[in-house]
């Protein structure tokens, strides 16, 4: 999930074509509307390489790094929905309605939110667990 986060933004908004020219290369976006995408890119790939930091060393507790890389990881993911509810904002443009996918109705990326912030929810959890069966 750490690689996914630090690398997906990048990818499908920059250097996939399939997705990048709804994103950085769309020419109907204003230059500031590019700038918010390069820094959600950018913010992504931080939060991504410093959850892998966290979990790749070897000193420390374990657990408490685990929580912390599983939270850092949620938040460019969980912050898609409540984007949701500011005025003007949608999960694609227009002029792509007929390129957008979507999954059990979800948008694409929603939908991938969605799985991942499962997937780090249970991983957690099952984590969690498994610490407290190991101490008593």
Known sequence: MAIETAFGALLFDLVLHDTAHEHMYNP????????HDAQYIVTSLA??????????????DTHSRLLWASGVLAV?????FPALL??????????FRDETQFVLGLHGQMFMAVVTLVILAIATFLASARRRRGSS
């Open 28 to 35: 109907a976006w204003p230059p500031h509307a590019k700038f």
């Open 47 to 60: 939060l991504g390489l410093f959850a892998l930091v966290l979990l790749a060393r070897r000193r420390g």
């Open 76 to 80: 460019p993911w969980a912050s898609m």
């Open 86 to 95: 500011f005025p003007g904002t949608a999960t694609y443009d227009p002029e």
